[in-house]
């Protein structure tokens, strides 16, 4: 299984704390963060993020203009939403926006595996793409 970096988004500490722990458990590394302005300051502190865990629902920054943030400043970075059920237009509208994908609390630890691990795929596939086309640019170049 790949291991990759998780940043955990989300005001309930309790869940934030055992979410963190279980994906640690399970051999990734992860963090927590109790705010989108807690993310976004973590994430512009380091470059070694690949997913973001982002819960919809928050206080003040809400997970939705988080995204939009994550989107705008850091785009190579997957980003899967967590909604209650009560929300799930925000699920949509963040899929949108650009989510990779959004999950329903609560959540089986297989399946938001799996996800995140998509998720982390395509970020690769991405960053792949980019390179090549920055080494077919540099052997375009005239010597």
Do not use: C
């Amino acid at each position: 299984m790949e291991r990759f970096n998780i940043l955990v988004v989300d005001d309930e500490q309790e869940f934030r704390e055992l979410m963190v722990k279980r994906l640690v458990k399970q051999e990734f590394m992860a963090t927590g963060a109790k705010s989108g302005e807690e993310a976004l300051q973590m994430l512009a502190k380091t470059i070694d993020r690949d997913v973001v865990l982002l819960d919809v629902k928050m206080p003040g920054m809400d997970g939705i203009e988080t995204l939009r943030q994550i989107r705008a400043q850091f785009p190579l970075i997957e980003v899967v939403l967590l909604t209650g059920h009560a929300s799930v237009e925000s699920g949509i509208e963040g899929m949108k926006l650009g989510a990779f994908d959004y999950l329903m609390k609560p959540i089986e630890l297989e399946p938001l595996i799996e996800k995140l691990t998509a998720a982390y795929r395509k970020k690769r596939e991405h960053e792949a793409r980019i390179e090549e086309a920055r080494n077919r640019q540099i052997l375009a170049m005239p010597i």
